[in-house]
């Protein structure tokens, strides 16, 4: 018996990604989204040189897959649609990918697996970017219908859904670095992307509630908590800035419904607003989600800002923070990520005491490695320890979160089998399965093991 046990129900499983795990990147005539495109132009960029067009072959072998979430007894899975595979011109719904789609979720739940369907992963239609993405709103509307179709096309079967994973990503990633595509150096359109991401949110929970779906509609946010050095004055209010820009940005409006006053006075004195729109508030205040996704990975730590910003005209959020290293970290040197496993717990004890505790489930937690294969014995089963102990270590301070009453309804490791992850290609793995890239065989690492009697205890 564990003596660690969870609520009655708990949800046991793991994340992945439409980009990240199909493959057949043209299969049933999808259209090319930002990533097939981004790849095609500078493959170079692309650890290794791989790109999206294979990834892990899930759109081929999803039946076995789904079998091998059976063994392991995961009881759900998020993954995402993709959008360019749905709608490949934006209106018209493929037929081929309405039948994968349809097949993937009845194996599902033959299976006895809950699905959580996400709509948006980082892959915008390429033909849709090309219309600037979510700095234009034509492209919110665009989703709205996009959202309202898999809804008509899934919803009698899929009950909980997700708008976004991770929404500060591709404005972090794109727009104030160049690690996502368009590249984009640019503060104030980065406020605009993540503005307008948030009203796309609202326009889908707004079309999921008005179809009368009888199901549950999230979001799901990467929560980074910001550490100050001190106690000091100018480090606790760096901290607040960092927590502001990375997670308040998007927690506040989806569940409160409304920005922090003190992010608008930010903005406003730099000179970054976006427009808005007469009917904007309501929106965000009326289509507040039922849950939250929770993905964690890191901490923040944060000091005071020791270098004054030279130029105003090209603020970035690191203008008014530094890093800090605390000296007690501990790493995980291939993603160069602390492990800081109490994160967790103090995320859990944050939505509790100020976002009405929230139902919420951890969507994604996980350790990618790289060079797995020197951890192989001799019957090729990679012993994993390092991945059961961060995993367990987690899921202790989730736990005790939990007994404090907590409300989180589940746990999802990132992921299942190794995937593809954007420019990383498959330097880091982090799945219970590992992919041979040449072969495409599956093979059950130590973690996977732990994990199934995990699920199967119901806890530690």
């Known amino acids: 018996m564990a003596n660690k046990t969870f609520p009655e129900g708990f949800l046991w499983g793991a994340a992945s990604s439409a980009t990240q795990t199909e493959g057949a990147a043209e299969a049933g005539g999808k259209a090319k989204n930002i990533w097939d495109y981004w790849f095609?132009?500078?493959?170079?960029?692309?650890?290794?040189?791989?790109?999206?067009?294979?990834a892990s072959d899930?759109?081929?072998?999803?039946?076995?897959?789904?079998?091998?979430?059976?063994?392991?007894?995961?009881?759900?899975?998020?993954?995402?649609?993709?959008?360019?595979?749905?709608?490949?011109?934006?209106?018209?719904?493929?037929?081929?990918?309405?039948?994968?789609?349809?097949?993937?979720i009845d194996e599902?739940?033959?299976?006895?697996?809950?699905?959580?369907?996400?709509?948006y992963h980082f892959d915008m239609p390429l033909h849709l970017q090309q219309m600037d993405g979510w700095?234009?709103?034509?492209?919110?509307?665009?989703?709205?219908?996009?959202?309202?179709?898999?809804?008509?096309?899934?919803?009698?079967?899929?009950?909980?859904?997700?708008?976004?994973?991770?929404?500060?990503?591709?404005?972090?990633?794109?727009?104030?670095?160049?690690?996502?595509?368009?590249?984009?150096?640019d503060m104030k359109r980065a406020v605009v992307v993540a503005y307008q991401s948030m009203l796309a949110s609202a326009k889908a929970i707004?079309?999921?509630?008005?179809?009368?779906?009888?199901?549950?509609?999230?979001?799901?946010?990467?929560?980074?908590?910001?550490?100050?050095?001190?106690?000091?004055?100018?480090?606790?209010?760096?901290?607040?800035?960092?927590?502001?820009?990375?997670?308040?940005?998007?927690?506040?409006?989806?569940?409160?419904?409304?920005?922090?006053?003190?992010?608008?006075?930010l903005l406003r004195t730099h000179q970054m607003l976006p427009a808005v729109h007469e009917d904007d508030a309501a929106l965000l205040r009326e289509n507040t989600v039922d849950f939250l996704g929770v993905n964690y990975y890191q901490p923040r730590r944060i000091k005071q800002k020791e270098t004054p910003i030279a130029d105003?005209?090209?603020?970035?959020?690191?203008?008014?923070?530094?890093?800090?290293?605390?000296?007690?970290?501990?790493?995980?040197?291939?993603?160069?990520?602390?492990?800081?496993?109490?994160?967790?717990?103090?995320?859990?004890?944050?939505?509790?005491?100020?976002?009405?505790?929230?139902?919420?489930?951890?969507a994604e937690n996980g350790m990618g490695v790289a060079d797995e294969e020197r951890f192989m014995d001799g019957s090729g089963m990679i012993q994993d320890d390092y991945r059961i102990e961060f995993y367990e270590e987690h899921l202790k301070w989730l736990h005790q979160a939990i007994e404090e009453g907590a409300n989180c309804f589940g746990y999802h490791v990132w992921t299942f089998i190794d995937n593809w992850s954007w420019l990383n290609g498959y330097k880091n793995r982090y799945g219970f399965y590992r992919v041979d890239l040449d072969t495409q065989d599956r093979l059950l690492k130590k973690s996977g093991l732990w994990f199934k009697d995990v699920a199967r205890n119901n806890g530690l």
């Open 206 to 265: 707004q079309a999921y509630r008005s179809s009368n779906q009888d199901g549950e509609i999230g979001i799901i946010l990467n929560l980074t908590p910001s550490y100050p050095r001190s106690d000091s004055e100018e480090d606790v209010r760096a901290a607040h800035i960092a927590d502001l820009f990375f997670n308040r940005s998007f927690l506040d409006p989806s569940v409160l419904g409304h920005y922090p006053e003190d992010l608008i006075d």
């Open 108 to 119: 599902m739940l033959a299976q006895g697996i809950k699905p959580i369907m996400n709509l």
């Open 40 to 54: 095609e132009i500078e493959p170079e960029r692309f650890y290794q040189g791989v790109g999206p067009a294979v």
């Open 135 to 185: 700095e234009n709103r034509a492209v919110v509307d665009q989703f709205q219908q996009y959202a309202q179709t898999a809804f008509d096309l899934f919803g009698d079967r899929v009950k909980l859904w997700t708008t976004f994973n991770e929404p500060i990503v591709p404005v972090e990633m794109g727009y104030v670095n160049d690690y996502h595509y368009p590249c984009v150096f």
């Open 312 to 362: 105003e005209a090209s603020i970035m959020p690191e203008h008014f923070f530094d890093p800090y290293i605390w000296p007690e970290r501990r790493m995980n040197p291939y993603r160069g990520w602390e492990i800081y496993e109490k994160g967790l717990y103090d995320i859990a004890i944050n939505l509790k005491e100020n976002y009405g505790n929230i139902p919420w489930y951890v």
């Open 58 to 104: 899930y759109y081929h072998r999803y039946k076995q897959d789904i079998q091998r979430m059976k063994d392991i007894n995961m009881n759900s899975f998020r993954t995402s649609l993709s959008w360019a595979r749905l709608m490949p011109d934006g209106e018209h719904v493929s037929h081929d990918a309405v039948t994968f789609y349809n097949s993937m």
